[in-house]
């Protein structure tokens, strides 16, 4: 029975025992796969919240500000005023028990006005005076809450014990200054807490199966048509680097040295979807232990209600199997909020990095950083790659030691593995090949590398080839427009037969199981090239079967963003005209274009040292914006104007749907008369375009220049 069911954890109306009491059950049931112990995992999920008791937190909750309270403080943090109750526990506890409560919502440091920035900006007398205003009108409430569910040291507490804990508080978080180690009680914390939050009364049934094993043996080996089905894989070492070609069988040979719960990562979001695809269908028992995360990964599919424990449960501690983006792995390399969380879900489990591949300064430190903290969490690392320079393999074996499995195919496996003839060609010449290939009946992918050129080349098949059935694809659509176009994309364009032709970015270079009959592309990077080719004549086929299929790759002119000059020009010239593009040739062309790997500004943000040192205050993360910023991210959003009452009135799973995801500088530059949404969702920006416009282009900045071609 719920002692006070009208004290609120949130605003949604559960009670505040019935939250602390699913904390409680998620915390003990995690502690022991997390190594805490459980009986004090127990007592701080209770501790956690019990600050909401507070009467002006509950007039908070419903919107009732105006108290003297809020008029005595500049703010008021719950888990703080939770700590009050401190003396009722033994002392021995006090320290992990603070730890674990004090930060599960915010760092301690001044960049969130934490514990730190408290007792500096107020003194101790000052914040005492705040968090012990009226408190014995609620005291008694709270102590009676505690003590229905846990063994209490006392039943009471004087004014001078609770003027001693926050003595302690104040010296204690003077001293976490210089103490530079990550905290495995928060990270717990956190994770119940999210957990219980997000599942709520659907927290018992969901506990059992959160660390359950993967069915790995059940992807095929020993295949003869996939030479990495042939190699030996059941061999003592804990890592494995494997580079490949495309088709080479990496995703089940890397599933099978994978001993413990996996977290497969990819680098774009229709890789994830189709691998989680992949997943489901090759492992039945573990269904519902196979989750994706990405920007769009909780958006309910077609006919899916949008508040399902599934949906819930992908951003969680647990799953069997977890397919990401390295963004979202990206925290325990660069310690933001919930990184602690994340170590503790990674610690032991095989991490797969399948086709990392982007090798500019700022990514290569980002993988480097992932990798230490992998390693310093007990972790197995399989990385595969059909396409990493020697200088990036080397530091990667060096830092993996000599536990590792280093996987290659024979020269004469790699030659079975010629698939594309190379022509290059100028801009100019664009409309004559896509006339001359659309005549034979061929499905043509055309790859562009901006979304601004993806849609000024749309627009040209519009005017030049309006009975050819086409489609464009790219990063600037709703998320739920751009989950359509992906189906169609693999269901209708890729497979049926007769003439067709498809506009793209990058959305397609990795992991996207579609095959073309040619292609035409920007010239890019040969790495990014590698990945693009291997959309066309993928499919593996037996040896009298194979033929080479014809790629088109444009010389690069002008403007190359997003890449680098000196790099497209290194790989136009080493390309093949009119030849075959020998896969026994790739590595040397990778490295060409590749000889070093200069460092990055990003290597001092990394939360472990070369060294295994840790770098950052106890119980202090980042913010997720100093990581976007760092890394340029398209952490942005935007919607259309079009849009906004229904998104205003969307739930903050649907109005993802409706979100477009942009650079925020891009926006600045592009859309001047573009606004923020304020106090809605994610605060979207709001772009005024015309909605036949966008059906046709997606979001569109720049009037697109049909002389690009």
Same mark, same amino acid.
């Given at each position: ?5 009208y004290?609120?954890a949130k605003?949604? %109306?559960l009670?505040?025992?019935?939250h ?11 502690s ?12 701080a ?5 019990i %600050?909401?008791?507070? #009467? ?5 909750l419903n919107? &009732?500000?105006n108290s003297?309270?809020w ?13 009050l109750?401190l #003396?009722?526990?033994d ?8 730890e ?14 934490g ?12 914040v ?19 003590a ?9 507490f ?8 926050f003595q302690?508080?104040?010296e204690w978080s ?33 506990l ?5 094993l993967p069915e ?7 295949n003869?048509?996939?030479?990495l ?13 494997v ?7 990496k ?16 680098p ?8 989680t695809?992949?997943?489901? @269908?090759?492992?039945p ?8 995360? +990405? ?9 899916e209600?949008?508040?399902?424990p599934?949906l ?5 501690v647990?799953a069997?199997?977890?397919?990401l983006?390295?963004?979202?792995? $990206?925290a325990?390399?660069? /310690? ?16 797969v ?6 090798y ?7 993988v480097?950083g ?7 969490? /007990?972790?197995r ?8 320079p020697?200088?990036?393999?080397? #530091? ?14 024979t ?6 593995y ?7 060609c ?12 659309l ?10 590398n ?5 849609q ?13 059935k086409?489609?464009?694809?790219h ?16 269901e209708?364009?890729?497979?049926n037969? %007769?003439p ?6 990058q ?14 592309t ?5 790495d990014?090239?590698v ?5 066309v004549n ?7 079967d194979?033929?080479l $299929?014809?790629v ?9 963003l997003?890449?680098?000059k ?20 790739? &590595? ?13 500004e ?22 997720s914006? @100093? ?11 935007a919607?259309?104007?079009? !849009?906004i009452?229904?998104?205003?009135k ?23 008369d ?5 106090d809605?969702?994610?605060? #979207? ?6 909605? +036949? &416009? ?7 900045? !720049?009037?697109?220049?049909s002389?690009?071609?």
């Open positions: 029975m719920v002692l006070f069911p004290v609120l605003s949604d %109306g009670p505040l025992e019935a602390l009491s699913q904390v409680a059950e998620a915390a003990g049931y995690m022991s796969f997390f190594g805490r112990e459980t009986e004090l995992a127990i007592k999920a209770w501790l956690h919240d %600050g909401k008791v507070n #009467p002006h937190f509950q007039a908070r919107k &009732q500000h003297r309270f008029q005595a403080t500049n703010s008021f943090r719950h888990e703080i005023a939770s700590l109750f #003396p009722l526990f002392k021995k506890l006090w320290e992990p028990l603070a674990m409560v004090v930060a599960h919502h915010k760092s301690v440091d001044e960049k969130e006005k514990l730190f920035q408290l007792f500096e900006d107020n003194g101790y007398e000052k005492l005076a705040d968090y012990t205003l009226n408190f014995s009108e609620w005291k008694k409430q709270a102590i009676q809450l505690l229905q569910h846990l063994p209490l040291e006392k039943n009471d004087s004014d001078q014990e609770l003027k001693e804990v302690w508080l104040d003077f001293g976490l200054k210089s103490d530079y180690r990550w905290s495995r009680g928060k990270g717990l914390l956190m994770a119940a807490d999210h957990f219980a939050s997000a599942l709520q009364y659907e927290t018992t049934a969901r059992p199966h959160l660390f359950t790995v043996q059940r992807f095929e080996m020993g003869p048509l996939f030479p089905s042939q190699k030996p894989f059941e061999i003592p070492l804990s890592h494995t680097l580079v490949a070609p495309t088709g080479a069988g995703t089940n040979y890397l599933m099978r040295r994978c001993r413990g719960r996996v977290f497969y990562v990819l774009f979001q229709a890789s994830i979807d189709a691998m695809d992949r997943f489901k @269908a090759a492992m028992q573990n269904v519902a232990s196979i989750f994706k995360l +990405h920007a769009s990964s909780h958006l309910p599919a077609e006919g209600e949008p508040f399902t599934d819930q449960l992908q951003p969680m647990g069997a199997v977890k397919v983006t390295p963004f979202q792995i $990206a325990v390399a660069l /310690g933001t909020k919930g990184f602690e969380s994340q170590l503790l879900d990674l610690q032991g489990c095989d991490v990095m399948d086709e990392i591949h982007t500019n300064e700022k990514a290569m430190a980002i480097k992932i990798c230490r903290s992998l390693l310093h969490m /007990g972790c690392l399989h990385i595969g790659t059909a396409t990493m020697t200088a990036l393999y080397q #530091p990667l074996k060096t830092m993996l030691g000599n536990d590792v499995l280093e996987v290659q195919l020269m004469e496996e790699l030659a079975s010629d698939r594309h003839i190379v022509h290059k100028k801009a100019d010449e664009i409309e004559t090949i896509l006339n001359r290939e005549a034979s009946g061929k499905r043509i992918l055309w790859v562009c901006t979304v601004g050129r993806a000024a080349c749309y627009m040209k098949t519009l005017e030049e080839w309006p009975e050819v086409k489609m464009l694809i990063s600037r659509f709703r998320r739920n427009d751009r989950k359509e176009r992906e189906k169609a994309l693999k209708d364009f890729a497979i037969a %007769g067709c032709l498809v506009v793209s970015t959305v397609v270079e990795v992991s996207l199981d579609i095959s073309f009959d040619a292609m035409v920007d010239c890019a990077p040969i990014s090239l990945q693009r080719f291997g959309r993928r499919k593996r086929l037996a040896e009298g194979r033929y $299929a014809p088109y790759v444009v010389e690069p002119e002008g403007n190359t997003p890449y680098r000196e790099v497209l020009e290194a790989t136009y010239s080493m390309l093949p005209d009119g030849q075959c593009l020998a896969t026994t040739q790739l &590595q040397s062309m990778i490295d060409a274009v590749y000889p070093n790997l200069p460092t990055s990003i290597e001092h943000s990394l939360v472990f040292s070369a060294e295994g040192h840790f770098r950052k205050p106890f119980l202090c993360h980042e913010t914006h @100093a990581l976007m910023e760092l890394l340029e991210f398209e952490g942005d959003t919607i259309l104007e079009v !849009d009452e229904a998104y205003r969307a739930n903050w799973i649907k109005r993802k749907g409706f979100e477009i995801p942009v650079h925020g500088n891009t926006i600045r530059y592009s859309a001047p573009a606004y923020r949404l304020k809605v969702g994610a605060e #979207p920006w709001v772009v005024d375009q015309a909605n +036949h &416009q966008y059906q046709l282009f997606g979001l569109r900045f !720049d009037q697109p220049n002389n690009l071609l």
